[in-house]
């Protein structure tokens, strides 16, 4: 008995024991996760950065005061220009001091030091583009006020850097790395990186390429789907140079198209045409009139030179050819949030159509939506000399798009062909020489030193010919070389543009400033207080022998640019007749103008819609420049919906689903409201149409790729034509042997194969195939895409359900696979010249950069709802709503 007394004993002790180590273990655990959850809080809120109160900061002159109002949007108020601009450096820092240097690394090509070896060919390829050699070159020829300008900024951001090495921005903590001191150079670097993610030739010429190769010597067919719009909407209608100027911008022989002193690689050559492809486009007699008899005696190759549409493909060896595409190394951008896109719309009002007798003005610019912005609101004043206010880089200190107290200016993007590619001829013995004019010269080659993520150097090779780098080296293109021209690698000066445009006062000043516009070409819409408006097309436009879709003969100094069109030429208009001036990427002018701009225009719906809502008003006010920036309409659903019905109405066999979907869809208002599934269903069926007639000659990747690529490009009006004129060369399907379908079976096909995709994916109950379910906006934050970051930090807001589609207005674009938005409008804009109070403005998402600030996602809900917040322009209304309040104030002396 005794020994089990004591055996038992002995368990209940050891119970206790157990038990107490459970419990002290428990307590460790918990302790341990307090610990963690106050590091990680301590982390999380010391990069929050300090709104108010009073800091010193060494270099300034004079006092300068920072008001913030609710959104944390700062005006920033200075009695000297140098302290304006420090101060700018050092507010900017505060906010987007991460952003900032993600940005400079990506120019200099340098991500690879922060995020791996994934990232290696990426920085080849951002080095490529040389990028800080012409930032260096932009600063050496600025005259001395945007370069001090520039200076006092990189001041102000290195006063942050060096007084938050303790607590600087998550970001830095999390990759485990300091920023280095910023430079003039980073600045003046942020126009090479806007202006090559704007280089559209580089995405869509390798695809066209390899459509030229895949439908050699099939003429119509490729004149069907790379013909002009119908009825395009022009940017600059009725704009003409004189008989001058033409005839010293470009001979007549080469307006009409001829071009035999000037052809491309010949057939024996291996070239891409023995006759330029603007021919293909210029010569197609379309016709104007929608009318479907019209359409029907078309002869869609009138006019068309002969042509043997070999590839430049062929130039290659062909195990080299399905490979060949420019596009991968550019790729990793995407995952970073660092892709701009490429859309935008900006119109003017003149007074005699605005309700308050002065111009309205409004901008949104359709780029990448991520968290942050890619812009950064703020006001500058600089006393007794001049007030600015609207969005600036990341990374620079002057407002890109915005007004000061005599003018309003916005930007979209022209889509010029400012892109160029060579094939070279290489020296077999010596690879590092091509021949050009007779000559065997020698290339510039570099050595690249990359270093990589925790501590791994990789040296790399860099080629240049006197146009460009060898970028077929991206592609491990050994024994044949393809270099590029880009009208980055151009002189010009961005930056003292923008420095310029901060001050003028009129046209005249704000044309001049303009004309050192050249790495991009961008469509500046202009209003100023007395009641004018205009548009201006301002960059760099290649003159060039032959459309830039060619790869030319590297040999021949014919291939070369001829310099740039001189800024007198370019197009503009200025107080016309119907009182608006309104781009949207649309057709720059007809072909009168003798300067070929680019071949790679959007669709002119858009532009389209918004010609239609302003004059549907005798008098508009700043409200309803807002209705229309968020409007839903599509033309293109209305231009097309009724063509696909007719069609559809002839079907005898219709499946109950099927039935109820064609009713919805013949009902519909053309609207892309988030709640609507006849948007759904048009959406669908618009690219499944593009897949059945392409796809099938052209396989299903390069089909896919060239439908996604040219849905706002060639596709509306390759879809618009064939149901018109119900035929088309591409309806021949080679899977029915020599069987030519006709335009309505491919239809039908297209049709039932939607609502089979919809069943599949969404549910045989319609009220779930809303657009809104489908297409949805997810803002992330860079470091959004690690999962366990994400988590932790709420780096992602949405999703959230959006209407609109790249065709509206109010333009959300995704990817065509799986609806997800990627693109639209970046901020909103509409300014009233009549009283700047008045003016709105709204972004999708926040000033701060800083995750854990309430200034991080404040504006997404106003956004996402149509909604703005006043732009306040007067100090009275500033002060009256200012939320915070900073005073800057020069470092003591010791």
């Known amino acids: 008995m005794a020994g089990k007394k004591g055996e038992k004993n002995q368990k209940k002790k050891i119970n206790l024991a157990t038990k107490l180590a459970s419990f002290f273990l428990v307590i460790i655990i ?52 140098r302290d304006l601009y420090l101060a700018t450096g050092y507010v900017m820092a505060q906010d987007r001091l991460w952003q900032m240097d993600l940005i400079r690394r990506l120019t200099s090509g340098r991500l690879s030091e922060i995020f791996g070896p994934e990232f290696m060919e990426t920085d080849l390829l951002l080095r490529a583009l040389r990028i800080p050699e012409k930032a260096s070159r932009v600063l050496a020829s600025s005259p001395v006020g945007s370069l001090e300008a520039v200076r006092a900024f990189s001041e102000g951001v290195n006063a942050f850097i060096e007084t938050h090495r303790n607590n600087l921005p998550l970001e830095f903590r999390l990759l485990r790395y300091q920023p280095e001191p910023w430079l003039p150079e980073h600045s003046a670097s942020l126009i090479g990186y806007i202006g090559w993610d704007l280089a559209f030739a580089w995405s869509i010429e390798s695809i066209i390429w390899q459509i030229l190769e895949k439908m050699k010597n099939q003429e119509e067919k490729l004149a069907e789907i790379l013909a002009e719009p119908l009825n395009p909407v022009y ?91 420019f596009i991968e190394p550019a790729q990793f951008l995407a995952k970073l949030g660092l892709t701009i896109a490429l859309n935008s719309n900006n119109w003017a009002v003149s007074g005699a159509k605005s309700s308050t007798g002065k111009p309205l003005l409004a901008n949104d610019m359709h780029l990448a939506l991520n968290l942050p912005s890619i812009w950064y609101p703020l006001y500058q004043s600089l006393e007794g000399k001049f007030k600015v206010s609207g969005v600036a ?29 060579y094939l070279e001829k290489i020296d077999p013995a010596r690879p590092d020489y091509y021949f050009f004019e007779g000559q065997w010269r020698p290339m510039e080659v570099r050595q690249e030193k990359i270093r990589i993520k925790g501590g791994k150097e990789v040296l790399r090779e860099l080629r240049f010919t006197h146009r460009g780098p060898i970028i077929s080296e991206f592609k491990k293109i050994k024994e044949r070389a393809i270099s590029m021209r880009w009208t980055g690698f151009e002189e010009s000066n961005e930056l003292l543009a923008v420095y310029l445009l901060n001050r003028a006062h009129n046209w005249p000043e704000f044309r001049e400033a303009l004309r050192f516009f ?25 003159r060039r022998e032959g459309p830039g879709w060619n790869l030319f003969p590297g040999e021949l100094a014919s291939s070369d640019w001829q310099g740039l069109v001189p800024f007198e030429e370019l197009p503009f208009i200025f107080n ?51 209705q229309l920036q968020i409007d839903l309409k599509s033309r293109l659903a209305l231009r097309l919906k009724p063509l696909i019905i007719h069609i559809l109405l002839n079907l005898s066999t219709l499946s109950y689903i099927e039935s109820a979907a064609l009713q919805l869809l013949r009902s519909w208002d053309g609207s892309m409201e988030a709640s609507s599934p006849a948007a759904t269903i048009f959406e669908i069926l618009y690219f499944e149409l593009g897949r059945q007639f392409l796809a099938d000659e052209l396989g299903e990747e390069l089909g896919r790729r060239f439908v996604a690529m040219g849905s706002n490009i060639f596709l509306p009006s390759f879809l618009e034509r064939v149901l ?92 065509s696979d799986s609806f997800e938005v990627r693109h639209g409008p970046s901020q909103r804009h509409i300014y009233d010249l009549n009283n700047w109070d008045d003016s709105l403005t709204i972004l999708p998402g926040g000033v701060s950069g800083v995750a854990s600030s309430s200034h991080f996602d404040d504006q997404i809900k106003p956004y996402l709802e149509g909604h703005y917040r006043r732009d306040f322009f007067s100090k009275e209304k500033i002060e009256s709503s200012a939320s915070y309040r900073l005073i800057l104030i020069p470092e003591r002396s010791n």
């Not at 050249?518 to 436009?541: C, P």
């Not at 309104?582 to 680019?598: F, G, Q, T, V, W």
């Not at 790679?600 to 302003?614: G, H, K, T």
Request: net charge neutral; glycine share 6%; charged share 25%.
């Open 518 to 542: 050249r790495s991009l070409s961008l469509n500046m819409v202009y209003a100023d207080t007395e009641g004018n408006i205009g548009l201006q097309l301002a960059g760099g436009i290649p």
């Open 393 to 421: 880089l990341p990374g620079e200190p002057f407002i890109v798009a915005g007004h000061n107290e005599h003018i309003a200016w916005g930007i979209t993007n022209v889509m010029a062909d400012d892109i160029d590619f």
């Open 576 to 626: 016309p007749p119907d009182d608006l001036a309104i781009s949207a990427n649309n057709m720059s002018l007809d072909k009168s103008y003798p300067h070929d701009i680019s071949y790679f225009f959007l669709s002119s719906v858009r532009a389209e819609r918004i010609r239609e809502f302003l004059t549907e008003k005798a008098k508009l006010c700043p409200q309803d420049l807002a």
């Open 724 to 815: 018109l004129s119900r035929k088309s060369a591409w309806s021949d399907d080679i899977t029915t042997s020599d069987k030519i379908e006709s335009v309505e079976a491919i239809v039908e096909r297209s049709f039932r194969s939607t609502i089979n995709y919809l069943i599949k994916t969404r549910g045989r109950n319609i009220d779930n195939w809303s657009w809104g379910k489908i297409h949805r906006l997810v803002l992330s934050h860079p470091l959004g895409q690690v999962r366990w970051l994400n988590w932790l930090l709420k780096l992602k807001r949405g999703p959230f359900p959006v209407g609109g589609s790249f065709h509206t207005v109010c333009a959300f674009g995704y990817v």
């Open 30 to 81: 918990c302790l341990i996760l307090i610990f963690i959850f106050l590091f990680w809080r301590r982390l999380w809120l010391s990069s929050r950065p300090v709104y108010s109160g009073q800091i010193e900061i060494a270099g300034l002159v004079e006092p300068v005061e920072i008001i913030r109002d609710e959104y944390g949007v700062p005006h920033i108020f200075a009695r000297e220009e």
């Open 235 to 325: 940017v600059y209608p009725n704009f003409y140079l004189s008989e001058r100027t033409k005839t010293q911008g470009q001979s007549s022989e080469r307006r009409s198209g001829k071009t035999e002193n000037i052809s491309p690689l010949s057939a024996s050559e291996n070239s891409l045409f023995t006759s330029p492809a603007s021919n293909w486009i210029r010569n197609i007699k379309l016709g104007q009139s929608e009318r479907r008899e019209k359409i029907n005696s078309i002869d869609f190759l009138a006019g068309i030179e002969s042509s043997d549409f070999t590839s430049p493909t062929l130039a290659l060896k062909r195990e080299e050819r399905g490979s060949f595409d």
